[in-house]
């Protein structure tokens, strides 16, 4: 830790070419857990983990039951066991497992087993095979926690505190291009016209990935969201 820190054991500019290892600030992480109800009941997974931050809070200030990180990078894995071990959190409620998450669909990770899992946490780039994987390995009532850089245009929140949202198993599926955009940019009324069309909510996540994210996801989002309802159809 710092000198004269009591909490403050990172510096980001330790970071790497991987993207940010702690996504959020605290009072966000507090927000999404506030949002999913994070509670000592539960068993909480962060696919793709970082530096364990949203492991630590999870741990120390919603004592969960567990929570299970999954991290690739080495580095990152170094640092986040480090972090871990300096709040003396034991491996059997905290615990960082070396691996790509989308083995967790295959059984071939250790000490990991997602079907266990109460809450999700997905903050990367998502497709669909990763929903079908979801779909299939969680279990009934599992709370899937994600926010608006990386949508899931083929099923629905449940509840938003934005930028988060939270979708539960079974998901509930989009029957409707407007629905959809309505409850993503939680937009009711028309800047332009007498009514909201999808044409002005695409546009307006065009907008906002132009600020924060990439706009060529939303283009894969409109592709998916078509593909899917096409073939629910």
């Known amino acids: 830790m710092r000198k004269g820190s009591l909490i403050d054991d990172t510096e980001m500019m330790e970071q790497d070419y991987y993207g940010i290892p702690i996504m959020f600030q605290n009072p966000q992480i507090r927000k999404m857990f506030n949002l999913v109800k994070l509670n000592s009941d539960d068993i909480f997974y962060d696919l793709g983990s970082g530096w364990a931050q949203n492991i630590i809070i999870a741990l120390t200030e919603y004592k969960v039951k567990e929570a299970v990180g999954i991290e690739e990078n080495e580095g990152r894995l170094k640092k986040s066991c480090e972090r871990l071990e300096k709040r003396k959190i034991p491996k059997n409620e905290g615990r960082i497992v070396k691996g790509k998450f989308e083995n967790l669909f295959k059984n071939k990770l250790e000490d990991a087993d997602i079907t266990k899992a109460t809450v999700v946490f997905y903050g990367l780039q998502t497709d669909k095979q990763l929903l079908d994987d979801l779909e299939k390995n969680l279990k009934s009532g599992c709370r899937l926690l994600y926010y608006y850089n990386c949508l899931f245009p083929e099923i629905m929140p449940i509840s938003t505190d934005f930028p ?34 999808e044409e002005e909510l695409w546009d307006e996540i065009r907008h906002d990935y132009d600020i924060e994210g990439d706009r060529d996801d939303v283009k894969k989002y409109q592709k998916r969201l078509n593909d899917f309802l096409n073939k629910s159809h």
Do not use: G
């Not at 939270?166 to 989009?174: I, L, N, Y």
């Open 164 to 197: 988060f949202f939270v979708s539960k198993k079974p998901f509930r599926h989009t029957k409707s291009k407007l629905e959809w955009l309505k409850k993503v940019t939680l937009k009711k009324k028309s800047s332009i016209s007498k009514e909201l069309s």
